[in-house]
């Protein structure tokens, strides 16, 4: 098919290894780093049909580790409009619920599971907003017993990148097409650390510094931070008991991972109920393939009461309508202004690289392992107790840049500077 043809072409810049070498590494770096992938053990992928080398070498990657099964998952663009263009009315509050159904079955048993991102950013913007809407409800929902296995840890997991051709279009989009798709390529490879001769020893000293890091944030045990500049002033309280995490974790199973690939933040819990004030996002939010730029949000007691944006706010309204703690935080982190991913000057349109640019917010579900003495073992109630928001959804924005400072507030109210001009304060 054409569109995978087109991912696999383009010299590498000098001094870099060729295109296939780099690959390779990648798909090392997802298998070694990202998952930490266990002998014998089944492994889940999900991907874009554009992404089949990656995918592929993956795969070769997972079974050379003593992979039992890998088990691929394919989406498709061209389906996926089909299905705007000719479905039913009534089809747009259905999903696949078997499918997830399986998929956390798996990770039940062990599985682990890894995703490849690299879908065109503007995919859906077109199409009608409350079928995008019913839509994406009907998936979270069905995707609900997978999704806690996930947001809990309970297996190793990662997301890794594959450049295609309408992503690269995006993102470049004054280059010829095997130009911006190679372009695209390279920016990949840096951000995951793969353009050295040694890509493992890479991550674990970029973990080593994200942990030093995290211990610090720890040490301080603030009750909450303030983001303020321009747009912004919100003051973001911090779920009771919250632990930082960053770099790599160990999953309930045992098995240290990267869940991003690549990463550059710290994050932990907010507390539901305790975020206040005002805030504007500084990248555009690439979601469902509808672009929202402009984010502008007001909150009161935790919640959400004001919301606009520039562009896709009917989207952002239809988001903010999923459920009661769709509206909700359910994840802080910080990430300074000069991380490798600011640094490269590029908008990718992807959350998975964009909030590894800027420190960020999440509206909805929580991750439970972001609390002290064994929080992803904690019962629903508990979570709910210490603060910790529930939802369908797990969405990041970007809130940082050169222009936002940030503070950690003790109990008592004493502001400690952690972030000034978005970098840290050592």
């Known amino acids: 098919m054409d569109g995978i043809a087109q991912t696999t072409h383009g010299a590498a810049p000098s001094g870099a290894a060729p295109h296939t070498e780099r690959l390779q590494r990648l798909a090392e770096v997802a298998v070694k780093v990202g998952l930490g992938l266990r002998p014998g053990q089944e492994l889940v992928i999900t991907a874009p049909l554009e992404t089949v080398p990656l995918a592929r070498a993956i795969t070769e990657q997972a079974y050379k580790a003593g992979a ?20 039913p009315e009534a089809a747009f509050d259905t999903a696949a619920g078997w499918l997830y159904a399986g998929m ?4 039940r048993n062990g599985a682990a599971r890894l995703a490849i991102a690299g879908d065109d950013p503007a995919l859906l913007a077109g199409q009608d907003a409350a079928k995008v809407a019913r839509a994406n409800r009907a998936r979270s929902k069905a995707y609900v017993p997978a999704l806690e296995l996930i947001a809990n840890f309970s297996t190793n997991w990662t997301i890794v990148s594959a450049a295609t051709a309408p992503w690269a279009r995006t993102v470049f989009p004054n280059l010829p097409e095997d130009e911006a798709i190679a372009r695209l390529w390279d920016a990949i490879f840096a951000a995951s650390r793969v353009d050295g001769p040694d890509p493992v020893a890479a ?15 720890n040490a301080h045990r603030f009750a909450a931070l303030r983001f303020f500049g321009p747009g912004t002033d919100l003051t973001v309280g911090l779920a009771d008991d919250h632990e930082w995490c960053g770099g790599a974790s160990a999953s309930r199973s045992g ?36 672009l929202i730029d402009g984010i502008s949000v007001r909150f009161e007691a935790g919640r959400i009461v004001e919301a606009s944006a520039r562009t896709g706010g009917d989207v952002l309204a239809k988001v903010l309508e999923t459920d009661e703690g769709a509206c909700r935080l359910g994840e802080v982190a910080l990430v300074p202004a000069s991380s490798a991913i600011s640094a490269s000057g ?17 509206l909805g579900q929580a991750y439970s392992k ?17 603060g910790a928001n529930r939802s369908l959804i797990h969405i990041d924005w970007m809130i940082g840049s050169d222009q936002i400072d940030v503070d950690g507030l003790s109990a008592e109210g004493r502001a400690v500077p952690v972030m000034r001009a978005g970098e840290w304060i050592d």
């Not at 005002?278 to 393939?289: A, D, E, F, I, R």
């Not at 590029?346 to 999440?362: K, M, P, Q, R, V």
């Open 346 to 362: 590029l908008l990718f349109y992807n959350t998975l690289y964009d909030e590894n640019a800027a420190s960020h917010i999440a």
């Open 68 to 87: 039992s099964l890998v088990t691929t998952f394919y989406s498709d663009d061209a389906a996926t409009l089909a299905r705007f263009a000719h479905a």
């Open 370 to 386: 972001c609390f002290r003495n064994g929080g992803a073992d904690f019962s629903e109630d508990d979570l709910a107790a210490r």
């Open 104 to 107: 956390a079955e798996a990770y």
């Open 255 to 290: 098995i240290v991972c990267n869940a991003n690939i690549p990463t550059e933040e710290v994050f932990t819990t907010p507390h539901k109920d305790r975020v206040d004030g005002t805030v504007t996002s500084t990248k555009p939010l690439s979601y469902q393939g509808t």
């Open 203 to 217: 991550w674990e000293a970029h973990n080593a510094a994200l942990h030093a890091r995290m211990n610090a944030l």
